[in-house]
Structure formats: structure tokens, C-alpha cells
Nanobody, 124 residues
Framework: QVELQESGGGLVRPGGSLRLPCAAS????????IGWFRQAPGKEREGLSC???????YYADTVKGRFTISRNNRKNTVYLQMDIVEPQDTAVYYC??????????????????WGQGTQVTVSS
């Protein structure tokens, strides 16, 4: 059974940074496409970034240039580095497995398995 655990959320000021780890258990991350999506109250799920086992990376336009996805296969962990955060980034952030990652300009498909999420609040 796939298990994913997000952490690292919290309160951050606009313009600040956060790093969200996503630790996997019961399976090896390096064989999967892993991505991040977020859900804010009253809004639809938004796919943000995705990385394949071959390090092909996708970013949604809303986070391109501000967020960075990376993976450490030895630690079985994927990270989302969030920089220059904005109040609009406030949401619960989830990591998930995906069938694949889209090409630039595309949109992420539905997640397959995801964790419990971690709350990120951007406020002064």
C-alpha cells in the first residue's frame, strides 16, 4: 500500500520561504512520477509541480520561478521548495503519485494516491 507523508507546513510571511518534504513508505519513489497539488477553501484542486523518475519536471504557471521540486531517492523523499510566497499560496499542500507529468504548458492529471496534507498559511 502506498503511503505518503507531507510535512514542513506552517505560517510564513509574504516573500518568505518554506520547504515541504514528502516522505514515501512501502514503495520506492524513484519508479513513480510524484507531484504536489494544493487545495484552498472554496477552490478547486490545483496541480503545482511534478517530477518523474527520470527527473523530467513540470511547473504550473502560478508557481514557475518561485517553487522548486526535487527528489532524493536515497531518502525516498520529494521536496517542494517554496520561495517568494504570496498570500494566494495559502492552502493545504499534498504530495501524490501520478501516472506521469505533463509537458510545459499542460496541466497535471488526477492524483492516484496522496497523503494527509500540510497546511501552509502566508500572512503578515
Amino acid at each position: 500500500q502506498v503511503e505518503l507523508q507531507e510535512s514542513g507546513g506552517g505560517l510564513v510571511r509574504p516573500g518568505g520561504s518554506l520547504r515541504l518534504p514528502c516522505a514515501a513508505s512501502r514503495f520506492a519513489l524513484d519508479y513513480y512520477a510524484i507531484g504536489w497539488f494544493r487545495q484552498a477553501p472554496g477552490k478547486e484542486r490545483e496541480g503545482l509541480s511534478c517530477i518523474t523518475g527520470r527527473e523530467i519536471i513540470y511547473y504550473a504557471d502560478t508557481v514557475k520561478g518561485r517553487f522548486t521540486i526535487s527528489r532524493n531517492n536515497r531518502k525516498n523523499t520529494v521536496y517542494l521548495q517554496m520561495d517568494i510566497v504570496e498570500p494566494q499560496d495559502t492552502a493545504v499542500y499534498y504530495c501524490a503519485t501520478y501516472v506521469g507529468c505533463p509537458q510545459a504548458g499542460g496541466t497535471m492529471g488526477p492524483p492516484q494516491y496522496w497523503g494527509q496534507g500540510t497546511q501552509v498559511t502566508v500572512s503578515s
